[in-house]
């Protein structure tokens, strides 16, 4: 169980960077892309590590509205648990949008974030074993963070740079002194309709100090109210999306193939998003 425990918090960066939620709503990897298509409520849910107790498990609520045809802000609460370490996250988004033609803006976004962090060392100890290294305490700090980015947008076509964990505080290398490296991410999309089909396809980089490059591609259709896809990434790990559209509301469900890590542990995913459209 330690070891697993061990290789959950090695490998944290890469589970996280699995997760699909872009595909749905920009926002999740770049404040500057809030309420590009629509204001929304919004409920996201991931399961990482399937089959493995105490998993990464993801909770989202997001709130985001345009203010006036140039900006718009977005309120999230977020949970994250990676036994034995977790947060409670609440983070403030604004962007401020730009014409730099008739057909083309580019948006700035800046996001704010309070972080309640806790690592529970006791939950390293099994049995009777003693180890000096272990403090056996439960460690809670409230830690602040930030992201950043910029977003370049038409009718067809959207790419994106952000920079994320840029004050660089994660409570799960904090216990060793050391700061986490800032994410920069990079994503390109580009839209063609065919026989009214519309058609999504494009990708996703991230580049993170000391970590191997995710890089992801995605094929996403939509006819009428449903929706289908397809990712693949340089991990190996493929994913299948499906959705469909009653009313306001939106669902989503993505599911990942698992992927062996060191022939110990598999990464699947399973992810469901929830969009309630404002307007």
Not at 79 to 84: C, E, G
Not at 161 to 179: F, Q
Not at 180 to 194: A, Q, V
């Amino acid at each position: 169980m330690i070891k697993r425990i061990l290789i959950l918090l090695l490998f944290s960066n890469i589970i996280l960077a699995q997760s699909n939620e872009y595909l749905f709503d920009l926002s999740s990897i770049n404040p500057a892309a809030l309420a590009i298509e629509n204001n929304s409520i919004s409920l996201y849910y991931s399961n990482k590590l399937v089959g493995i107790n105490s998993a990464p498990k993801h909770q989202k609520v997001i709130y985001q509205s345009y203010i006036d045809k140039n900006t718009t802000i977005g309120v999230s609460l977020i949970s994250q648990t990676k036994d034995p370490s977790g947060s409670t996250s609440f983070s403030f988004s604004y962007a401020h949008h730009i014409n730099l033609s008739k057909k083309t803006r580019l948006a700035l976004g800046i996001q704010p974030e309070v972080q309640s962090v806790y690592f529970d060392a006791t939950n390293l100890i099994s049995g009777e074993l003693i180890d000096e290294a272990i403090s056996r305490e439960l460690h809670q700090e409230i830690l602040p963070n930030a992201a950043s980015g910029a977003f370049l947008y038409t009718s067809k076509f959207n790419l994106g740079l952000s920079a994320t964990n840029l004050l660089g505080n994660n409570i799960y290398n904090r216990k060793v002194g050391a700061k986490s490296p800032i994410s920069y991410l990079t994503y390109f999309n580009y839209k063609l309709t065919l026989h009214k089909i519309e058609v999504n396809v494009g990708s996703m980089l991230n580049l993170t100090e000391n970590y191997p490059v995710v890089s992801r591609f995605h094929l996403k259709s939509s006819y009428q109210n449903f929706t289908v896809g397809a990712t693949l990434d340089n991990l190996n790990s493929f994913g299948i999306m499906t959705g469909f559209t009653s009313g306001k509301i939106i669902f989503y469900y993505i599911r990942s193939t698992p992927q062996e890590i060191n022939n110990t542990i598999s990464i699947g995913s399973n992810e469901i998003k929830i969009i309630y459209l404002l307007q």
